[in-house]
């Protein structure tokens, strides 16, 4: 979980020991992490079974469970450990993943002076999966927010703004002046700021894409999936 540049992970065991009179979930509170990833496996004759769970710790709720089933000896760990590792990836982490929708469900209704940074990408994610009217005024204005009152704003910021400029440009929501010209300003300072920021390299490909610049496409696209 580490690849995501949104999650800051840290082993339990590793941080603070394993004393044995203490629960994990003890050791967790001790952490103040909000999320817990644990996982178990049982071997049973010829068969393993490897269970997996993703609670939020300040709710005390499963936000999501799995178990997978293989026959052991004849399993491969390393493809066992590859295989576990992407379920988890597909569900957990990442822009649509269960942490993110957890958090971006906790938003609703708070007021735009009290959304940091954070809490910004998390709305531009869902503007993302479903492109709205309603919902690129709100998340322009928050970003827009964001960038104007906070200092020292991460580089996501000006990224993600700079991709709802060019949203503008493509449906005319709101038909922003020269909004090509000030997205390209704006995902320039993010790359200037995170040379490896996925967000801003997929932001440019995007705008690429626009203005047919074949080449500017093919480097950007690169750098995403690099």
Not at 15 to 21: D, K, N, S
Not at 67 to 91: A, R
Not at 105 to 110: H, I, K, M, P, V
Not at 181 to 189: P, R, S, V, Y
């Amino acid at each position: 979980l580490s690849k995501f540049q949104d999650l800051e992970v840290l082993n339990i065991y590793a941080t603070l020991g394993a004393p044995e009179q203490e629960s994990v979930y003890d050791l967790s509170k001790k952490l103040q992490n909000r999320f817990l990833l644990e996982g178990s496996y049982c071997i049973i004759k010829e068969e393993m079974r490897v269970s997996v769970r993703l609670s939020d710790m300040e709710k005390l709720s499963i936000l999501w469970a799995d178990t997978l089933d293989f026959k052991y000896p004849s399993v491969n760990l390393f493809q066992l450990e590859d295989l576990i590792l992407k379920n988890i990836l597909s569900f957990v982490g990442g822009d649509f993943g269960k942490i993110s929708q957890c958090l971006l469900n906790e938003l609703a209704g708070r007021e735009m002076t009290s959304l940091g940074p954070y809490d910004a990408i998390l709305r531009y994610y869902d503007y993302t999966i479903k492109c709205s009217f309603t919902k690129h005024q709100k998340v322009k204005s928050i970003l827009e927010h964001c960038l104007n009152q906070i200092n020292g704003s991460p580089p996501t910021i000006y990224a993600a703004l700079g991709d709802v400029y060019i949203s503008d440009y493509k449906f005319g929501f709101d038909q922003i002046p020269n909004a090509l010209e000030k997205a390209e300003n704006l995902i320039h300072q993010a790359l200037e700021m995170d040379s490896s920021l996925q967000m801003g390299h997929l932001a440019m490909a995007n705008l690429c894409s626009i203005q047919h610049d074949e080449a500017g496409l093919k480097y950007h696209v690169e750098q995403v999936l690099a």
